[in-house]
């Protein structure tokens, strides 16, 4: 009995339309492509031999495209197999964004400035410190363990004095 995600002889392909129109890959961010290209492919309801079939027209060179075509996965049209080459061949080039350092630099930064005095600067930090937390966490760059450690404990020093600061202000403007 054939599935939709099963190949069959009277199976017709599905084109795979992502939103983005400009998706290719470069050689670079290879997990980040690959989410893009699948969940463009499971939301037009393509299998994973119209996934394997396609991504040749999303690859951005000539090299890149040859490079897939002599890949095992390619040849036996198993998409598994496939992104788990892509992955190991082009999963190192990807750029680290965060470190641990970066969150050192931005207390050292917000610090230097003498902590978080208003709302305005305590979102400033926050939206920093949620992008940097949020990409060391899923790239596992920091652990539960880093968590509990100093990098978090200036927050909270700083935090209530913002919050006297503003309950000052209320009172002031009330």
């Known amino acids: 009995m054939d599935t939709p995600q099963e190949s069959g002889p009277s199976r017709k392909m599905v084109k795979i339309k992502p939103q983005d129109r400009n998706l290719k890959f470069t050689g670079t961010r290879v997990e980040a492509f690959l989410r893009q290209y699948e969940l463009a492919a499971n939301l037009d309801g393509a299998s994973d031999e119209d996934k394997v079939l396609q991504i040749p027209s999303f690859l951005g060179s000539e090299d890149i495209q040859d490079a897939v075509w002599d890949m095992s996965g390619y040849a036996t049209k198993s998409w598994a197999v496939l992104r788990e ?23 050292d930064s917000w610090t230097a400035k003498g902590g978080i005095a208003t709302l305005d600067a305590y979102r400033s930090f926050k939206s920093v410190f949620d992008v940097i937390l949020s990409y060391l966490i899923r790239y596992q760059h920091l652990s539960s363990e880093d968590l509990a450690v100093d990098h978090f404990s200036f927050i909270l020093f700083r935090v209530p004095a913002a ?7 209320e009172e002031e403007d009330g």
Not at 85 to 93: A, F, I, L, S
Not at 164 to 169: A, E, F, H, I, T
């Open 163 to 169: 919050h006297q600061v503003l309950s000052s202000q």
């Open 85 to 107: 080459q892509m992955v190991e061949r082009w999963g190192q080039v990807d750029i680290v964004r965060y470190t641990v350092a970066d969150l050192q630099a931005l207390k």
